[in-house]
């Protein structure tokens, strides 16, 4: 079923949206124009806490609130931009009496919580490397990443650290500090040594650094965020990203979620996700807007409570959380004033035409749907306040980002020649003209892995789009076998390994399964070793061996066994055949496939 199109009536928004004239803007774009709404260091270089906090904690904005934090226990607190500069300050001072300097790597795995703002731009005014971790994963990706990118630093809860840290630390040699986020002031807890890391009270080291601080200088090129994400191969990659990767944020917030600096922003991302750290903490604060951090996960009514009682102004989600709204109340306005609501968009997972269409009734605003992935670090694709929105669209580039569809040769053939697909209507790969600010600088320590990202000068998304008449882009899927959950970028081969670890598993292929709520959900296949058998019991037991090492989000919520799986000649577990089996599809192409006598299928 096709929708009809949303048209806007510039005159009916409440207020008048920054991106107007969206062809001309596009042509008379240049990056130069947007580094110069930003400030820069003082004496040079860029530094992404300088132009999210301390350049408005330093002006008019000053007492103005950075960020509302609604804590679990149902309290309120505000954060002034003066005095998120302080605490940034202190933990940028403590970081630096830890003797950790530029380039030094500080991870963070903690819920949201006022500290770990605090801590992610105190890192980035320090010259140090921010990775944020997920608090739903299990120790093993924790471990894989925290390995991956030398974590010298640790900032967390008491509970995460006992759950999932501890057992991990005779396997991170290089891990220097952890640093407890609620352990006592009062020095009870001060100083235990684990392994080779000292584990120290985060308020105390606090309670005793100095609040000023002048900012290490960085360059626009230097690495600020390590974001570990998933591929189809190999174990995930740390997608690197440099401070200049600011000025996208600042871009892209302006544009495509129309941020204005009186607005009450939300954004319900976790930030051990890219989405929770450019527009969870970096954006919003670019723009020198209120952010709201609610420190509870998702309950539809509490949350439409959110809308109403912050009077939120423009709210960032995603498609997950949308469906289950959908799911609840028809019309929450009878319920709710979200009368101050007036922009609404969501990224990480197609949005299917209906939900842009329930925002219209439900919350009386279309949902503005907008695509980027981790590796470009910020929006690339959207909706725009004053553009008409296609339902079911992503909608179209930023200005300042050169898109292009094409076809690639497959990787065998190594030709690496593009075909450009300029015909509208066309399938083909998303492909982005390399360059722009927040564009990935590298896989940490991958330096092959990144290569094949890149044709040329286009950088190569793996999502197969098509683009209308009108230069509108369509989602239909991915080139590659990644799985995306609940917005959530899951890796096969990473849940492939951890199954592979039970011991009653010979081999195990993973697919991303349809699912109306989440998208997709994780769904395994697995062959067991000789002479055990299949049973119930087994299957519960292997799911739940997957859940204690990986975590629910990334687990297997289905799995079947099969007797053997299929495999290419080469080995490879067919992803590709499987899903096609599961879902009743065409098998397509099997010439590949190894069969019982071992020759080719077809
Ligand atoms: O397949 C696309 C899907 O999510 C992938 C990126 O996932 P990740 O790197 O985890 O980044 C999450 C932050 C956005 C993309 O390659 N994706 C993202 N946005 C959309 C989408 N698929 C369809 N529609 C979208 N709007």
């Known amino acids: 079923m096709s929708y009809k199109p949303i048209g806007k009536n510039l005159q009916g928004l409440a207020v008048t949206p920054n991106l107007q004239g969206y062809e001309q803007v596009c042509r008379q774009f240049s990056w130069q124009q947007i580094r110069d709404e930003l400030a820069g260091l003082p004496g040079g270089g860029l530094n992404i806490a300088h132009e999210a906090v301390d350049r408005h904690a330093q002006g008019p904005l000053a007492s103005h609130v950075a960020l509302r934090y609604l804590s679990k226990q149902g309290g309120v607190s505000d954060i002034s931009y003066y005095e998120l500069m302080l605490q940034s300050n202190r933990f940028a001072n403590v970081l630096n009496h830890l003797g950790l300097y530029k380039g030094d790597r500080v991870f963070l795995l903690s819920g949201r919580v006022p500290e770990l703002y605090a801590a992610a731009l105190g890192t980035w005014k320090n010259g140090c490397v921010l990775s944020p971790l997920f608090t739903a994963f299990g120790p093993e990706p924790i471990r894989q990443r925290m390995r991956k990118g030398a974590a010298h630093v640790l900032v967390t809860t008491q509970k995460l650290y006992q759950k999932k840290i501890v057992s991990l630390l005779p396997d991170l040699p290089e891990l220097r500090y952890v640093l407890l986020i609620d352990a006592g002031q009062d020095g009870s807890q001060d100083e ?46 740390g997608a690197v990203h440099v401070h200049g990767a600011v000025l996208t944020h600042y871009l892209s917030a302006k544009y495509a979620l129309d941020l204005h600096p009186e607005d009450i922003f939300w954004c319900t991302a976790d930030p051990g996700w890219v989405t929770g750290t450019s527009y969870g903490i970096i954006a919003p604060l670019c723009h020198g807007v209120t952010s ?32 289950m709204l959908m799911r609840g109340a028809d019309n929450p306005r009878e319920q709710y004033d979200l009368s101050r609501l007036r922009f609404v968009s969501s990224v990480g997972e197609p949005l299917n035409p209906e939900a842009v269409i329930w925002g219209q009734q439900a919350l009386g605003l279309p949902i503005h749907d907008n695509w980027w992935q981790t590796e470009t670090g910020g929006i690339m694709i959207a909706n725009y306040a004053a553009l008409e929105i296609r339902p079911g669209s992503m909608g179209r580039p930023l200005p300042g980002i050169e898109v292009a569809i094409v076809h690639r040769e497959t990787e065998e053939k190594t030709g690496q020649e593009l075909t450009w697909i300029t015909e509208p209507d066309r399938e083909g790969e998303l492909a982005l003209k390399a360059g722009w600010p927040s564009m990935f600088s590298g896989y940490l320590d991958e330096e092959e892995r990144y290569r094949r990202c890149f044709v040329g000068d286009w950088y190569l998304t793996g999502d197969l789009v098509r683009r209308d008449g009108d230069g509108y882009f369509w989602f239909l899927g991915r080139a590659d076998d990644i799985i995306q959950s609940a917005g959530h970028r899951i890796g096969p081969f990473e849940v492939e390994s951890v199954l592979m670890e ?101």
Do not use: C
């Not at 490879?572 to 096609?580: E, G, H, N, P, S």
């Open 292 to 323: 709201i951090i609610d420190e509870r996960e998702f309950d539809p009514q509490r949350w439409y409570q959110i809308l109403q009682e912050q009077q939120v102004s423009v709210w960032y989600t995603a498609p997950t959380a949308i469906r």
């Open 192 to 237: 235990t040594q684990d392994g080779s890391a000292t584990v120290l009270s985060l308020p105390l080291l606090l309670e005793q650094a100095s609040t000023s601080f002048t900012i290490v200088p960085t360059a626009a090129e230097d690495m600020a965020i390590i974001h570990f994400t998933s591929g189809t191969t190999g174990m995930a990659k």
């Open 502 to 602: 039970h011991p009653a598993v010979a081999e195990a292929g993973v697919i991303g399964k349809p699912e109306p709520t989440i998208g997709e959900l994780v769904k395994a296949f697995v062959s067991l070793k000789p002479g055990v058998k299949p049973s119930e019991a087994l299957r519960l037991q292997i799911i739940g061996f997957a859940r204690k090492k990986m975590g629910a989000t990334v687990a297997p919520k289905e799995l079947d066994f099969m007797e053997s799986l299929p495999k290419t000649r080469s080995g490879k577990i067919m992803r590709r055949l499987l899903k096609a089996r599961e879902l009743g599809l065409p098998e397509g192409d099997i010439s590949t496939l190894e069969t019982d006598d071992g020759k080719n299928e077809s």
